[in-house]
Nanobody, 122 residues
Framework: VQLQASGGGLVQAGGSLRLSCAAS????????MGWFRQAPGNEREFITS????????YYADSVKGRFTISRDNAKNTVYLQMNSLKPEDTALYYC????????????????WGQGTKVTVSS
């Protein structure tokens, strides 16, 4: 699976961004999708995951209530809607795919995108 993330940028605190991750190369609905982020000097952090149908999701406490993951299997795309952004959300955001059906909170995903940069100014 090849993953291409996009939608990052510079936004003021309190603002919103929507990230997209387009997949190609395999049957998209065979994969659980996840989003991670990594701030400079920090380890990669799990943010959220979504099951194959889009009916079940899981969020890290740091983003719960502010971020929403969704997917469109017809478009082979997963989205991350980010609202009420904070300066501490500044990071490189990665999408990832893991073969399976249920959402997955581990780090050993099978495929990773290249990352898209999000910067939140105060």
């Amino acid at each position: 699976v090849q993953l291409q993330a996009s939608g990052g940028g510079l936004v003021q605190a309190g603002g919103s961004l929507r990230l997209s991750c387009a997949a190609s190369g395999r049957t998209f609905s065979n994969y659980v999708m996840g989003w991670f982020r990594q701030a400079p000097g920090n380890e990669r952090e799990f943010i959220t995951s979504i099951n194959w149908r889009g009916a079940s999701t899981y969020y890290a406490d740091s983003v719960k209530g502010r971020f929403t993951i969704s997917r469109d299997n017809a478009k082979n795309t997963v989205y991350l809607q980010m609202n009420s952004l904070k300066p501490e959300d500044t990071a490189l955001y990665y999408c990832a795919a893991k073969r399976g059906s249920s959402y997955y909170t581990g780090y050993d995903y099978d495929y990773w995108g290249q990352g898209t940069k999000v910067t939140v100014s105060s």
